[in-house]
C-alpha cells in the first residue's frame, strides 16, 4: 500500500473492496446523534483547493472532522499561492507546520503526483484536471452497489464531456476493476483519442446505448467547451445528448440516474429526471462524506503500534 | 607540439577507413598514420580498445545566452558538449534578443572563441523569430551563421518559409524549420492513449506532418534547401524518405530522446520527459530508427534545452519542454543503439562526424593526413552511471539520472589540440 | 487447533465450567440490579458479543424477560490501533436500542489493560448519556493500565506478562475453554 491516493488507475480492486465495505462503518458513525469517532485524534489534515469547490471540499473536512482530526482549508484566492509561489514550496510549507496529510484540488493534471513526490505527508487527489477525481469514483461505486446490490455485471453508460472529464476516468478505471461493462456516449469531439483501450464502449448514438443501461451517468457540460468549438451551439448538445424524462422513458424500468454535480439543469439533465426516483443524486453527496472517512482512516489510521490487548 | 595516438581503431566511413593505428598529430594537423610510429619528442597515449571517429557536432542545442543565462551559458553549455564528445555545435537562435542580427551573432562568436567545441550559430529565419520579415540573411551568413531557423516556434507561414527557402538559395544556406502547425499544437504531449489516460491535452502527429508536408512542397517550389529538425513520427519519415527519392533538397534529424523513449514514459508526470515534439508511439520510434539507419534521416541531435530545476519541477502543463541533452548523446548512443546493434556504427557515426557538417555547409573533419585533427574518442566497453549532479551544464533536466550506460566518449581533439 | 496451544497451554476453564460461571454472572447481576429494568448489554466484539449473548439468554429462563442487546465495535476508538493486516476488518457497531436513560453492562471476555473498556465507555457515551455503565468479564487477568475494575468477574486469573489468555467459545472457535498460553515456546 502507499501513503497517497492518487488515482483509480493504479488502486487495487481489493483496496477498493476494502474502501467499499468499511464505508458502511461510517454510514453508522453519521447516523448517531453525535457524529464523530476520534479515531484520528491529533492528526492534522490540510485541504488545498486550487479551484473552487463546495462540496468537494466541505464534504472532505466534514470527514475529517468527524474522524477527530484537525483540518485546515486552503482556498487560493488571498493566499501567497497567488502570489507565483510553486506548488512545490507550498506543499513544504504546509508540511512544515506538522500536516499528515493534505488533500489537493488542482487544474492540472498530475499536480497531486507532484505534491505526492514533494512531501512525506500523504497526499489524496482531489480531482486533477482532467485526469482523476479517485474519491468521487469511489463515492459512486458505492452508491451504485447499495442502489444495485452489486456492480459486477452491471451496464453503465456516462454521458457527456468525456475528454475532459477526471470523473469519468476514475469512475471507468472503478467499474471495470468491479467487473461493470462500461459505455461511453457523447460528441466525437468530446471523445478521448484511444479511450477504448481503458476497457470502454464507445457510443455517439445516446438513443441506441441507452435502453441496455443499468446506470446513466450524466457528466456536466463545462459551458467553456463551446466556445472553443467542441460543440456548436448548447441547444444542439441538448437535443443529441441531454438526459430529459422521453429518454429516461427509453431506459430499463430500474435505470439509475447519478451526476457528480453540481448540475446544469435544463442543460445535460432535466429538473425531471434529477428529483425523479431514478435518480441517486442525493446519496451520492450523502455517502462521499462517509467514504472520504474510510480513505482518510486507511491513509492515517492507526498504523503505529502493535495491538497487545 | 607533438603526440601520438598509439593503437587505436581509425573509423572514418567517408573514406571507408577501418585500421588499428597509430595516429600522429602536430601542428593542428593528422601529421601521420602508421603502425609503430615513434617520434622523437612526442608525447603517447595508449589508445588501445579505443575508437576514433572524425569530430562529432551536435547541430541542434540551445546555448541560451544571452538572455538566459540562468539556465544555461556559451561557456558552461560549451564545456557540456565537449564532455559528451562534439567538437562542434550548431546553436538555436532562440535566445533574447533573438541571434537575428550581426551584434547578437558577435556576441556569440566573440564569447565561445576559447571554448572547448567550436560553436556555429544558427541565425532566426525571420526578425525576432516573429514569423513577419526574414532576417538580413546575407550579412549574417557572410559574418558566420551555418543556417536560419525560428526553432522553438515554426517558420510561421507558408508565405514566409517560401521566402526564406528562396532568399537562402544566394548563399546556399539550409533552412531548419520546427516542423509544427500549430493551432494542432497547443497540447503537453503525443495525443494518443496516454494522454487520454493522464488527462493531458495531446499533440497529434499530424501537427508535425502537415507542417513537413509544407515545407517539402516549399522546397520543391523553390529549390531552396529544407533540414527537418527534430523528427518525431513515423509519417513524417515516409514524407521525408519520399521527398528525397523525388530529389527535393531535403535533410532531416532526430534525437536520441526519440529514439530511446516513448509516450509511455510520461505515465508519472515526470517532467523530465515533456519535450517538443513529443515522445511519440512504439511505431514511432521503430519508424524513426529504422530511418537513420537507412538515410532518411541524416544526423542525430540532442536538442540540448537546458532548464532550471525550478521550472522543471512544476505541475505538468507548467513545465517548459526539453531536455538537457548534449553531455549523454554519444554515451546513450552507443549503449543503447550501437552497442546492442539496433543502430550500425557507420550510420551512428555517419550521423554526428559527418552528416551535420554536410548539411550546413561545413568542412567535415576527417582522418586523413595533413587534414586538421578533429576527433571524437570514443571507448565502447567502458561503463558509467549517468548522474546529473555532475553535469558541466547548467541544465540537471534529464530523465536518465541513474541510468547505466556501456560506451562513453573519453577524449576530443579540436584542432590538434586535446579538449578533455 | 494450534500448534503452541497443544504444546504449551494449560486449561483454565472448560466449556461447563464457562457456562456455570456466566449463569452465576447471570444471578449476580439480577440480584444486584433487583430485577431487569432498564438493564441492557452491551458486547465488545468479537466475543464479547457471544457472551453478553449467553447472559441475556440465561436471565430470559430466570425472568422471562428479554433484556435489550447490543454490539460495539471499539476500532474508531482505541489508541492502540495497528494494522493486523493491510486492511483490517471494519465492522459496525450495532446498537439497536437506545443507549440514553438504560443501566448499560458492558461485557468483554478478559479484562487486561483496561485500554478496551476505555475506548468502549468513550464510544457509549457518544452514543447517548446511559444511566449507568457497570463492567462484566468472563476473566480478570490484571496487569491494568487504567483504574478501571469490572463489576462481574467470572474468575481472577494471576497472569505474568508473558504469558498469554485464549478465550474460545464455540460461536466462533472450534472448540470452547480458557487457556493460558506462554508466549515465545
Redesign the interface.
Known amino acids: 500500500?502507499t501513503k497517497d491516493l492518487l488515482g483509480l488507475?493504479e488502486t487495487s480492486e481489493?483496496?477498493i473492496r476494502?474502501f467499499l465495505?468499511?464505508t458502511?462503518?461510517f454510514k453508522?458513525?453519521l447516523s448517531?446523534?453525535?457524529k464523530?469517532?476520534?479515531?484520528l485524534r491529533g492528526k492534522t489534515i490540510v485541504t488545498l483547493f486550487y479551484e473552487p469547490s463546495t462540496r468537494t471540499r466541505m464534504s472532505f473536512e466534514l470527514a475529517g472532522k468527524r474522524?477527530g482530526a484537525d483540518v485546515s482549508n486552503i482556498a487560493v484566492s488571498g493566499s501567497s499561492i497567488e502570489k507565483g509561489e510553486?506548488?512545490?514550496d507550498t506543499i513544504r510549507t504546509i508540511e512544515a507546520m506538522g500536516t499528515d496529510l493534505i488533500i489537493i484540488r488542482?487544474g492540472?493534471?498530475?499536480?497531486p503526483?507532484?505534491a505526492a513526490k514533494t512531501t512525506n505527508a500523504c497526499v489524496i487527489n482531489a480531482g486533477?484536471?482532467?485526469?482523476?477525481h479517485p474519491t468521487q469514483g469511489l463515492l459512486d461505486l458505492f452508491t451504485i452497489q447499495e442502489k444495485k446490490g452489486k456492480i459486477a455485471g452491471l451496464h453503465v453508460l456516462i454521458v457527456g464531456d468525456i475528454a475532459h472529464s477526471?470523473v469519468a476516468?476514475s469512475d471507468i478505471w472503478g467499474l471495470t476493476k468491479m467487473g461493470a461493462k462500461v459505455t461511453v456516449c457523447g460528441p466525437p469531439t468530446l471523445i478521448?483519442?484511444?479511450?477504448a483501450?481503458?476497457g470502454v464502449s464507445v457510443s455517439y448514438d445516446l438513443n441506441s446505448v441507452l435502453s441496455s443501461a443499468d446506470v446513466i451517468y450524466v457528466l456536466r457540460l463545462q459551458l467553456e467547451r463551446q466556445k472553443k468549438g467542441l460543440f456548436p451551439s448548447i441547444q444542439e448538445y441538448i437535443q443529441y445528448y441531454a438526459i430529459t424524462k422521453e429518454r429516461l422513458a427509453q431506459a430499463k424500468t430500474d435505470a439509475l440516474i447519478m451526476h457528480p454535480g453540481p448540475m446544469n439543469i435544463g442543460l445535460e439533465i432535466t429538473e425531471e429526471v434529477a428529483a425523479s426516483i431514478h435518480s441517486a443524486i442525493q446519496e451520492q453527496v450523502f455517502n462521499g462524506v462517509a467514504i472520504r472517512m474510510?480513505v482518510l482512516?486507511y491513509l492515517l489510521?492507526?498504523?503505529?503500534?502493535?495491538?497487545?490487548? | 607540439m607533438k603526440w601520438i595516438l598509439k593503437n587505436a581503431r581509425l573509423f572514418d566511413p567517408s573514406r571507408n577507413l577501418d585500421i588499428i593505428s597509430d595516429l600522429l598529430i602536430e601542428n593542428e594537423k593528422i601529421a601521420g598514420i602508421g603502425k609503430n610510429l615513434s617520434i622523437e619528442g612526442a608525447s603517447v597515449h595508449d589508445m588501445t580498445g579505443k575508437l576514433a571517429v572524425p569530430g562529432m557536432m551536435d547541430m541542434h542545442v540551445h546555448l541560451r545566452e544571452p538572455g538566459r543565462e540562468d539556465k544555461e551559458t556559451i561557456e558552461t553549455g560549451c564545456k557540456a558538449a565537449a564532455k559528451g564528445g562534439f567538437i562542434a555545435v550548431a546553436c538555436m537562435p532562440n535566445t533574447n534578443p533573438p541571434l537575428d542580427d550581426l551584434s547578437t551573432l558577435h556576441y556569440v562568436l566573440n564569447k565561445s572563441r576559447n571554448a572547448p567545441v567550436k560553436v556555429y550559430p544558427i541565425a532566426c529565419v525571420s526578425k525576432g523569430e516573429k514569423g513577419e520579415e526574414i532576417s538580413e540573411m546575407g550579412k549574417l551568413a557572410e559574418e558566420g551563421a551555418v543556417g536560419f531557423s525560428d526553432d522553438g516556434k515554426p517558420v510561421k507561414t507558408a508565405e514566409l518559409m517560401r521566402r526564406a527557402m528562396e532568399y537562402s538559395k544566394m548563399f546556399d544556406k539550409v533552412i531548419i524549420d520546427h516542423n509544427e502547425e500549430e493551432t494542432l499544437a497547443q497540447g503537453v504531449m503525443h495525443e494518443g492513449y496516454y494522454s487520454t489516460l493522464l488527462g493531458l491535452k495531446g499533440i497529434p502527429s499530424e501537427s508535425e506532418t502537415i507542417a513537413v508536408a509544407r515545407n517539402i512542397a516549399l522546397a520543391e517550389l523553390t529549390g531552396g534547401r529544407y533540414h527537418a529538425a527534430h523528427l518525431s513520427s513515423a509519417k513524417s519519415v515516409d514524407l521525408i524518405r519520399k521527398a528525397k527519392e523525388k530529389g527535393v533538397k531535403v535533410t532531416a534529424e532526430v534525437t536520441i530522446h526519440h529514439l530511446l523513449l516513448t509516450h509511455e514514459s510520461l505515465i508519472t508526470y515526470d517532467t523530465n520527459y515533456k519535450i517538443n515534439p513529443p515522445l511519440r508511439t512504439e511505431t514511432d520510434r521503430e519508424a524513426l530508427l529504422k530511418g537513420l539507419e537507412d538515410g532518411t534521416i541524416d544526423c542525430i541531435v540532442s536538442d540540448h534545452a537546458p532548464h532550471t530545476r525550478e521550472e522543471k519541477e512544476m505541475e505538468f502543463d507548467l513545465a517548459p519542454f526539453g531536455i538537457s541533452g548534449v553531455e549523454i548523446l554519444v554515451p546513450l548512443l552507443l549503449s543503447e543503439l550501437i552497442t546492442k546493434e539496433k543502430l550500425s556504427l557507420k550510420r551512428g557515426v555517419e550521423a554526428l562526424s559527418l552528416k551535420p557538417y554536410q548539411i550546413l555547409g561545413l568542412k567535415q573533419p576527417s582522418i586523413k593526413e595533413n587534414e586538421p585533427a578533429n576527433l571524437t574518442i570514443l571507448d565502447l566497453n567502458a561503463s558509467r552511471i549517468i548522474k546529473v549532479s555532475e553535469f558541466q551544464s547548467k541544465g540537471k533536466n534529464s530523465p536518465y539520472d541513474g541510468k547505466v550506460v556501456t560506451g562513453t566518449p573519453v577524449m576530443t581533439v579540436l584542432n590538434g589540440e586535446r579538449k578533455t | 487447533m494450534n500448534k503452541a496451544a497443544a504444546k504449551s497451554s494449560t486449561l483454565v476453564l472448560d466449556e461447563e465450567r464457562i457456562q456455570r460461571t456466566l449463569s452465576r454472572i447471570a444471578h449476580e447481576i439480577l440480584e444486584y440490579h433487583k430485577g431487569t429494568d432498564n438493564l441492557a448489554f452491551i458486547g465488545i466484539r468479537t466475543r464479547g458479543v457471544f457472551l453478553s449473548d449467553r447472559l441475556a439468554e440465561e436471565i430470559e429462563d430466570l425472568e422471562k424477560v428479554r433484556i435489550p442487546t447490543g454490539v460495539l465495535d471499539i476500532t474508531l476508538y482505541r489508541d492502540d490501533l495497528s494494522l493486523l493486516s493491510d486492511f483490517p476488518v471494519m465492522k459496525k457497531t450495532e446498537i439497536p436500542y437506545d443507549v440514553t436513560g438504560k443501566k448499560i453492562i458492558l461485557v468483554d471476555d478478559v479484562l487486561y489493560t483496561g485500554r478496551t473498556v476505555r475506548a468502549a465507555i468513550d464510544e457509549i457515551l457518544d452514543l447517548g448519556r446511559p444511566l449507568a455503565i457497570q463492567l462484566a468479564v468472563l476473566i480478570d487477568r490484571g496487569h491494568r493500565e487504567l483504574p478501571f475494575r469490572a463489576d462481574f468477574i467470572g474468575k481472577n486469573l494471576p497472569t505474568s506478562l508473558n504469558e498469554q489468555v485464549e478465550v474460545r467459545l464455540k460461536e466462533c472457535d472450534p472448540e470452547e475453554g480458557v487457556w493460558i498460553v506462554k508466549k515465545g515456546v
Not at chain 1, 492540472?108 to 499536480?111: H, I, L, S, T
Not at chain 1, 478521448?192 to 479511450?195: L, N, T
Open positions: 500500500m488507475e481489493k483496496e476494502f465495505d468499511s458502511e462503518t453508522e458513525v448517531r446523534p453525535i464523530k469517532v476520534p479515531t474522524m510553486s506548488l512545490k488542482h492540472k493534471a498530475g499536480a503526483h507532484l486533477d484536471g482532467a485526469h482523476e477526471r476516468r478521448p483519442v484511444e479511450i483501450k481503458m474510510a482512516n489510521g492507526g498504523k503505529e503500534h502493535e495491538v497487545d490487548s
